[in-house]
């Protein structure tokens, strides 16, 4: 059976991806933990402009691997991190391993053989997925949203800078 | 033919899976984190997906917004871990356990 | 035609006593209470000398009914409340207001330094309320509330001075005595309604129960007998449940007059009067209540003769008297039965009433040992007492001979009656004259035997309180002549009036002679018991003590009225102790609050296991979260 470009891509990225969250989870130290969800985080990127996302992929690299990774290496660094000493018990890993294995097997047999995607409505759009549409989307069908989101970050940004404060100094 | 709707979403639910494992597996808050920040890019991934197989651009609108509420807790968790560290001197999730009967 | 709604104002005005009593008087003075109360009773008293004026002239066997109101119906059952005024209870009516009235009157002066007066007379007007209906009456149930509330009115009166203990415990003891009595004449009450409903006869009126007297087999009029009259030997202080009345004296002496002597007490011997329909079908309940009875008058009479409390002599004398009155019954001579009901209210409420003026005199003596001499300070309570002495004693020309007599009679002749039942009756009266005498001896002759401070006090009482002695006395005289015996003058106009109500039963002719020959007999019985009280008390007074010394255990026995009241506490109110007990710890204890407690624990228990769940540690919450979306997933997987 021939295969398009597409679908190689997809199966190697997702393939890398996989590996790399696995890497997430199991590395025993933080920062190469941190560093293999910056991969996974690159593959999912790139899985996005396979999907005609390109803004959002720009805004994945941009914000999330390069703003958010970046904050939590920072704190990662700022406690100075070493290996995870601890292990816990036995026991415990296999519960877990095998309920995610289960979960994993559920929704990927779900996706693959039970679900029917919903019938699209219209032709695409050629400007699927670009900066101007994305915009358009965001100052008309759900400019509130966008407002309240800007207060969340504003919130958010004092509510650190407290929590993060040293207590004695004013 | 290009790759069906149903095995990005196929591949967001085992990336999901995998950071679910990874929050109850690891004592390590921080790490946890980062399996949580996982699960979030897993749903990132699917609304995309469907976004597309609509031809609709809520979905990407939606992914936005999570992304922007993901950079805010990220903050925010980030803080409150660096606080309770100054307290406690540990990253171990099984001794932060005050809060039970 | 005369409206018969005057009868209800017999009732209604100690009401309106009550209500004035209860809520009007305590802001006026104490003066205001001690007018009303007497005035209504003496109201209620005039109304009746008119309804019974009424009566007279109605023909034999008529009645005055004042219908009411409807109280019950339901179904088959219509019970109205009403009034019925014919021979039987017009007699009783006048005697329970007159001599009630009377009563009234001494408390005044009785009670004139009491604080607590108008309750006093609230309690006693709420009495005169409950005998009225118990008396007038027309149905089983309407008698019943009347019998209940005059039990009430016993207790709240004897223990009247309620600070003290002991008045306490003596009204709770009258209470719960009556109690189980009432608890065996309810269920007489019962089965007779059940009985006659059976055969279609439903009803609880005593005119509609005689009217269908044929319905009632002998063997139910011998259940029904014997059960209303536990009832009676409860409320009129027969043997077995006679224990309360002795105590009773605690509490002032008209309560003990009017309640323990004149009324109250007579209710049980008025209840087997109205039933003696159903009494007639049922020889053996007669002759129990005749063997009780006789038993109870020797029994009673024997303890009285060694008790030193003025007041507890008068009360075993009031017991034996009340066995005559119910030997009377039990030989079916219930006429005589109410004779000498009438004439013990007379003699019996005087001596109560005279013991009281002594008291009163003796600034609260009652120990007949530290009494004596009276006689010159206190004349008018002394002749009064004398005389009444004599009607008890059975004197001939008093009223008391009269009608003891004619009951000693009855008790010999009577098909009912036996030669034994008579023996009896002559030998208790032969010790109640001697103990009477002994009374009016110590309390009156020879020297005073009190401290010098009581003695030099001691006065006579006050217009208000000898009056009504007056009264009595003279009633005592001439009250038995209404019931001569059959020879002489007029007869006895007294079993004629009440022969519609009450016939006479068991009668037979009898020769003058054996009349004559049982009356010189009683005579001689009452000379007897008098002259050895003189020889004990006047003449030689060191007699008895030699006799209590030389035989110690009867005289102890005697004293200590045969331990009943021990005998009983140990059994019947330590039993119930024992069984409340046992009944709190194995029910109230072990399975109820078991039960509760278990069901806490249990809860405790599962709640400490769940409560593992919080271990505090996020990752076995998110391990829980897991597992609920594999689930929820799995079931979209299914489907």
């Given at each position: ?28 130290h ?21 999907l ?48 995610g ?7 990927a ?8 995607p ?26 509130l ?24 100094d004013? | ?41 897993a ?5 995309v997906?469907i ?5 609709s ?8 917004f ?36 | 035609?005369v ?5 209800r104002?017999?009732i ?5 006593g009550?209500?004035?009593h ?5 802001r006026?003075?104490?003066r ?6 007497p ?42 409340a ?22 009234h ?11 607590d ?20 009456g ?7 509330v ?21 008045n ?69 202080a ?12 605690a ?28 009494y ?35 009360a ?9 009155m ?17 004439t ?8 109560f009433l ?11 003596e ?42 000693l009679?009855?008790a ?5 009656g036996?030669?034994a ?87 037979e002719?009898?020769?003058a ?12 019985a ?9 020889l ?6 060191e ?31 330590g ?8 009944l709190?710890?194995?029910v ?16 405790q ?35």
């Open positions: 059976m021939t295969m398009g470009i597409a679908q190689i891509v997809f199966f190697l990225i997702g393939a890398v991806a996989i590996v790399s969250a696995f890497g997430v989870i199991l590395h025993p933080p920062v190469y933990s941190a560093l293999s969800l910056v991969v996974t985080l690159f593959q999912i990127a790139v899985l996005f402009i396979l005609d996302a390109e803004m959002v992929a720009f805004l994945q690299l941009l914000v999330y691997a390069g703003a958010i990774m970046v904050l939590f290496l920072f704190v990662i660094m700022l406690l100075n991190v070493g290996r995870d000493p601890e292990v816990a018990p036995l026991g415990w890993k296999l519960t877990v391993l095998g309920a294995g289960v979960l994993g097997a559920e929704l047999g779900f996706f693959l053989h039970h679900f029917a919903p019938a699209a409505v219209g032709a695409i759009d050629p400007e699927f997925g670009s900066v101007t549409s994305l915009a358009h989307a965001l100052f008309t069908d759900h400019a949203s966008f407002e309240i989101t800007s207060v969340l970050l504003l919130v958010a940004m004092v509510g650190a800078v407290v929590l993060a404060r040293r207590g004695t004013s | 033919m290009t790759v069906p709707v149903q095995y990005y979403l196929a591949l967001a639910g085992m990336l999901f899976a995998i950071g679910a494992v990874g929050v109850a597996l690891r004592r390590n808050v921080i790490v946890m984190f980062m399996s949580i920040e996982l699960m979030l890019n749903a990132n991934l699917a609304f997906a976004a597309r197989s609509l031809h651009m809520d979905g990407q609108v939606i992914v936005f999570v992304m922007t509420v993901a950079a805010a807790e990220a903050a925010v968790g980030l803080a409150i871990i660096l606080a309770s560290f100054r307290n406690r001197t540990t990253l171990d999730a099984a001794q932060l356990t005050s809060l039970k009967w | 035609m409206n018969t709604a005057l009868l104002w017999i209604l005005c100690p009401l309106v009550v209500l004035f209860a809520f009007v008087a305590p006026l003075s104490r205001s209470s001690s007018l009303v109360g005035a209504m009773v003496g109201a209620a008293f005039a109304i009746a000398l008119v309804a019974f004026k009424h009566l007279w002239g109605l023909e034999e066997g008529g009645a005055l009914v004042d219908r009411m109101f409807s109280w019950i119906a339901v179904g088959h059952v219509q019970v109205a009403g009034l019925r005024f014919d021979a039987l209870s017009g007699v009783m009516t006048l005697i329970v207001t007159g001599v009630g009235f009377l009563i009157v001494y408390s005044t002066g009785y009670m004139e330094h009491d604080e007066s108008v309750r006093f007379f609230l309690y006693l007007n709420l009495f005169m309320l409950a005998m009225l209906l118990l008396v007038l027309d149905s089983i149930l309407l008698f019943f009347g019998w209940e509330g005059v039990g009430l009115c016993s207790y709240l009166l004897i223990g009247f001075w309620y600070e003290k203990n002991e306490a415990d003596a009204g709770k003891k009258a209470f719960i005595v009556n109690r189980i009595g009432d608890a065996g004449f309810l269920l007489g009450v019962m089965l007779l309604f059940w009985s006659l409903g059976a055969k279609g006869v439903w009803t609880l009126d005593f005119a509609e129960f005689r009217a269908h007297s044929d319905a009632i087999s002998p063997a139910l009029a011998t259940a029904v007998g014997l059960l209303l009259f536990v009832g009676a030997t409860g409320k009129s027969q043997i077995p449940l006679y224990v309360w009345l002795p105590d009773a004296m509490g002032p002496t008209p309560v003990s007059a009017l309640i323990h002597a004149a009324t109250m007490v007579t209710a049980g011997v008025y209840m087997i009067a109205r039933m003696s329909f159903l007639a079908l049922s020889p053996t309940a007669l002759h129990v209540v005749a063997a009780i009875g006789a038993t109870t008058a020797l029994f009673a009479a024997t303890i009285g003769l060694v008790q030193n409390d003025i007041k507890k002599v008068l075993y004398s009031t017991v034996s008297q009340l066995g005559y119910f030997l009377a019954m039990g030989v079916g001579a219930y006429a005589v039965g109410i004779f000498h009901l009438m013990h209210a007379f003699f019996k409420g005087l001596l005279g013991a009281g003026s002594v008291i009163h005199g003796m600034g609260g009652q120990d007949i040992r530290k009494m004596g001499g009276l006689r010159a300070k206190m004349p008018i309570t002394f002749w009064t007492f004398a005389i009444a002495c004599c009607a008890i004693s059975g004197v001939p020309l008093f009223s008391g001979f009269f009608s003891k007599d004619a009951i009679f009855q010999f002749a009577s098909e009912y036996h030669p039942l008579w023996a009896i009756g002559v030998f208790a009266a032969m010790l109640t004259a001697f103990y009477m005498f002994r009374l009016l001896f110590l309390t009156f002759f020879g020297e005073c035997r009190a401290d010098h401070h009581t003695a030099e006090h001691a006065h006579e009482s006050p217009p208000a309180m000898t009056l009504p002695l007056a009264v009595l006395a003279v009633l005592s005289i001439v009250g038995g002549y209404v019931g001569l015996p059959d020879r002489w003058l007029w007869g006895d106009r007294f079993s004629e009036f009440l022969a519609p109500v009450l016939p006479v039963q068991g009668h002719q009898h020769s002679g054996l009349e004559t020959a049982l009356m010189a007999v009683s005579i001689l009452a000379a007897a018991g008098i002259a050895l009280a003189y004990f008390y006047v003449r030689s007074p007699i008895p003590g030699r006799l209590s010394a030389r035989f110690r255990g009867a005289y102890d026995a005697l004293l200590n009225k045969y331990w009943v009241d021990e005998l009983y506490g140990a059994t019947a109110v039993g119930t102790f024992w069984l409340a007990d046992a709190w710890r194995f109230d204890v072990t399975i109820i609050d078991g039960t509760v407690n278990g069901i806490g624990r249990v809860i228990l599962q709640s400490s296991l769940w409560r593992r769940l919080q271990t505090g540690n996020v990752q076995h919450y998110a391990l829980t979260f897991l597992g609920g979306v594999i689930l929820v997933i799995g079931y979209f997987l299914l489907h």
